[in-house]
């Protein structure tokens, strides 16, 4: 293990250096192994078996998903992984994703959160309901961002990367016309700059990427266009060192494309491996048929739009080493066949843009539930009805739709069945 590499400021906080780039030391959470050893230990021996056992030691980011992660003493908690990793002669380096925004997740059930602009009388959101979210985000600042930031300023040692929040911007981008993204957007854009102003201002050894969703989601060149308007809009990019893609998703990696190639209107003769295509979105006049193609796209129109900003990025890898097994590039739930990708590299298809590739979406932990939750007893029978089903967890490509397979435990819940099948079908070579 080497020595944390020095995390050089520059400005508002925001890092000069690749925060990835300390020498491997990156912390392993003592409670993800523990979850993976239960899967070992219920494993045939073979590939599969061994391929659980190799991932043992396989950094990810930790998930501060709701208020109680914040404080504690175990590695289940914000304050329980630093103080554990400020612990370490050099302390390693920690990757959490910040995801509690008030009406989280409007255009989605499976992981809609604990915070709400307003309440229905069952305590879930009330994403009907239009207004200011004044309360929502007072919630949010107080009792979530200022904690957290308050946990990072007490752990000064640990350097730290923060993903903030997940698919929240992307929807203002492309789901705007639905009012529940409708009624969120006060709530995402308020909220997210005030998360960056404040890390900014109290976690200096902090280092911020904005979620950047992914391809096959806004790799169209208007989408693209909408996503770099609205961060310009924001005015946090001096504070952030750029963007996480492929958060939790399933976009192939494959080699990125040279400036001037264009796969679709003049594909080149012979063909550029840069235009392998397994989701087939250049069929829909989509350029980010890859994930390097996509941050290629997405940096050109940031720089555009605030010249001077050239962004970094992080790349999810963390289950998408088996492309191709979709029917459709829309479904993300669980996807059947999907397997897991290359391990925490900085070796990247552009060292001058992508920071590193990083298992972001723990694997193993569920996209979203089936209709019916599993039983405690036997996960092939069946338990109550899940209160966050999405019909997106029922796509014909989603682990559980299928007869002979298990029912699906809420997102973030450690989905046994799955794990064992990205083990099956995982490429983490680098």
């Not at 080497?2 to 925001?14: K, S, W």
């Not at 459709?328 to 590739?357: E, F, H, M, V």
Request: charged fraction near 20%; proline fraction near 8%; include cysteine.
């Amino acid at each position: 293990m080497l020595t944390t590499g020095l995390i050089m400021l520059v400005g508002a906080a925001v890092a000069s250096a690749n925060p990835f780039d300390n020498g491997a030391n990156y912390y392993v959470n003592p409670s993800y192994k523990e979850l993976l050893q239960r899967s070992i230990d219920t494993a045939q021996p073979g590939t599969v078996r061994d391929t659980l056992i190799s991932m043992g030691n396989v950094p990810s980011a930790y998930w501060i998903d709701v208020k109680r992660k914040i404080r504690g003493n175990t590695t289940d908690t914000l304050e329980g992984i630093l103080k554990d990793a400020a612990s370490f002669p050099n302390p390693p380096l920690n990757v959490f994703m910040v995801y509690d925004l008030p009406n989280r997740d409007c255009n989605a059930l499976a992981s809609n959160g604990e915070i709400c602009c307003a309440y229905n009388a069952d305590g879930r959101c009330n994403y009907d309901a239009s207004g200011d979210c004044a309360n929502g985000l007072r919630e949010y600042k107080e009792q979530y961002i200022d904690q957290f930031a308050t946990v990072l300023a007490e752990n000064p040692t640990v350097p730290v990367v923060l993903i903030i929040e997940p698919d929240s911007l992307p929807n203002l981008v492309t789901n705007i016309n639905n009012p529940r993204c409708q009624n969120s957007q006060i709530a995402y854009k308020e909220g997210i700059k005030y998360a960056i102003d404040t890390f900014s201002a109290r976690a200096p050894q902090a280092t911020m990427y904005i979620d950047g969703a992914h391809g096959g989601w806004l790799g169209w060149d208007n989408n693209a266009q909408g996503f770099a308007t609205l961060i310009s809009q924001l005015n946090v990019h001096t504070k952030v060192r750029g963007f996480a893609t492929n958060v939790a998703n399933y976009q192939p990696m494959g080699v990125q494309c040279k400036p001037g190639v264009d796969c679709k209107r003049n594909p080149p003769s012979p063909a550029d491996p840069c235009c392998m295509d397994p989701d087939g979105l250049l069929d829909e006049w989509n350029l980010a048929n890859n994930e390097p193609n996509y941050v290629q796209i997405l940096s050109n129109y940031m720089n555009a739009r605030m010249p001077g900003f050239n962004p970094k990025f992080v790349i999810d890898t963390g289950r998408n080493g088996n492309p191709g097994t979709r029917s459709s590039n829309s479904n993300w739930c669980n996807i059947r066949g999907a397997g897991i990708g290359l391990k925490p590299t900085l070796q990247t298809a552009d060292p001058s843009r992508i920071d590193a590739y990083y298992w972001l979406k723990t694997p193993g932990e569920s996209d979203g539930c089936s209709r019916t939750l599993p039983s405690d007893a036997d996960p092939y029978q069946p338990g109550n009805m899940c209160p966050r089903y999405d019909e997106f967890c029922g796509s014909v490509d989603s682990l559980g739709s299928r007869a002979g397979e298990p029912y699906v435990p809420e997102a973030g819940q450690w989905f046994d069945y799955q794990i064992k099948e990205l083990a099956a079908n995982a490429d983490m070579s680098n």
